[in-house]
């Protein structure tokens, strides 16, 4: 890494600070997967929409790590919240329980992608030698600014396993939740993943694709340079409606998308509904190297099974087509198991200033993580796929 004296921790309160390219070469360096949300593209489109700035509680507090002559080493996306909305991994009782005792939860800081229930590396350091140093010296800026601001807490949320597992060994509490995801078992065709169900379950999925496209409902992949602004109005007019429904209001702006499409088409997909030919639904993906991550979803028309068609089995067509190895079908949903959607493990790491905070939240998570770990065990046990396929009939 060069001189370790002469290396500068700094924060920048706007993404567009750091060059695309020196934040990009340590989020997401060449011969390594590639996530599309920690992407100086994606987390500039958040911040330049108005989606994620210091009006909607998220102010960027982001850590880079500069060498001499401005090569940046590390980088980290964090954010000062004065809320806990838009996280997906719900902290609301420590805070309630914290401020009834008299302490002062917010404000706090958040190292995520906002809105964004995916994993990735959040501790973010150019390959080599000095990785290990560069993403522990990240920590450290972070515990800097925690204390300068007086915040209660720093949360990395959705860590790959190896960063969770490292922040525990030095002193961050550690905590689980789960996922469901769809995995490639090298499938060449949906009709492969089809055979690989329990007949019941082939047979009930068969015939939830059959109803989702009654009604002359058509579905269209859209992607690339295809996508238009046409297909954006339409999108976000599904976005509002459900966002309204679900959560009152949404997180992402009109301009949001505008952005992306401007900078990360190739990286989105769209997959669109269309009854009389005019779209009705549509789910909004994006594409990593080997993982395709849905999002969102919405519809101004309910049809039966439409939402497990566009989220869940165009998701795994559309991945089986790309090579893709993963889907990710976004947070929650225990219905997705049936869908060939299996329960994994996510991670978060905690730090909290004050001990008793500290000591309260450590004997819940160590209770919780028990729980998950069970949980994920039970629903295994009704996965849907074939576990003695020469003894099942058709």
């Given amino acids: 890494m060069g001189d370790e004296e002469q290396v500068m921790i700094r924060v920048v309160h706007a993404i567009s600070e750091v060059k695309a390219e020196e934040w990009d070469a340590c989020a997401n360096p ?3 997967p590639r996530n599309p949300f920690v992407s100086h593209a994606f987390l500039k489109a958040l911040e330049e929409s108005g989606s994620a700035t210091r009006s909607t509680g998220w102010a960027p507090y982001h850590l880079v790590i500069e060498e001499p002559g401005g090569k940046l080493a590390g980088c980290l996306p964090m954010y000062l919240k004065n809320h806990s909305r838009g996280e997906y991994v719900f902290d609301y009782g420590w805070a309630d329980a914290f401020e009834r005792a008299g302490g002062r ?6 190292v995520s992608v906002p809105f964004t229930p995916a994993s990735g590396r ?6 080599g030698p000095a990785r290990a140093h560069i993403e522990k010296q990240l920590l450290a800026g972070a515990m800097e600014v925690c204390r300068q601001l ?65 009604n002359g409902i058509e579905i269209e992949w859209v992607t690339g340079a295809d996508l238009t602004e046409d297909h954006w109005d339409a999108f976000f007019m599904f976005y509002m409606d459900t966002g309204a ?26 997959i669109m509904a269309k009854r009389e030919r005019r779209y009705i639904a549509g789910a909004l993906n994006f594409i990593g190297s080997d993982t395709l991550f849905g999002r969102n979803w919405g519809c101004i028309e309910d049809h039966p099974f439409l939402h497990f068609e566009c989220c869940y089995y165009q998701a795994i067509d559309f991945a089986i087509s790309r090579g893709l190895k993963k889907v990710e079908a976004g ?60 003894n099942e009939p058709d």
């Fill in 30 to 32: 060449p011969g390594e």
């Fill in 122 to 127: 959040r501790l973010l350091a150019r390959p």
């Fill in 150 to 214: 007086e915040a209660s807490s720093i949360h990395f949320t959705f860590l790959p396993k190896e960063q969770w597992d490292e922040l525990g060994k030095i002193g961050l509490l550690q905590r689980t939740d789960q996922q469901f995801h769809w995995t490639n078992r090298n499938y060449a065709a949906f009709d492969d993943f089809l055979a690989d169900l329990a007949s019941r379950k082939r047979k009930n999925l068969k015939k939830e694709r059959a109803r989702a496209l009654e």
């Fill in 331 to 390: 947070a929650q949903g225990a219905h997705k198991l049936a869908r060939g959607y299996l329960p994994e493990h996510t991670y978060s790491a905690h730090y909290i200033a004050n001990p008793g905070l500290r000591e309260a939240v450590g004997d819940y998570l160590e209770r919780e993580r028990a729980y998950v770990d069970q949980d994920i065990e039970m629903l295994g046990e009704h996965s849907p796929f074939r576990h003695d396929k020469e």
């Fill in 245 to 270: 429904r679900k959560w009152g209001t949404p997180y992402l702006t009109r301009e949001f998308f505008s952005l992306i499409n401007e900078t990360m088409a190739d990286d989105t997909l769209l």
């Fill in 105 to 110: 939860y917010y404000p706090k800081l958040q």
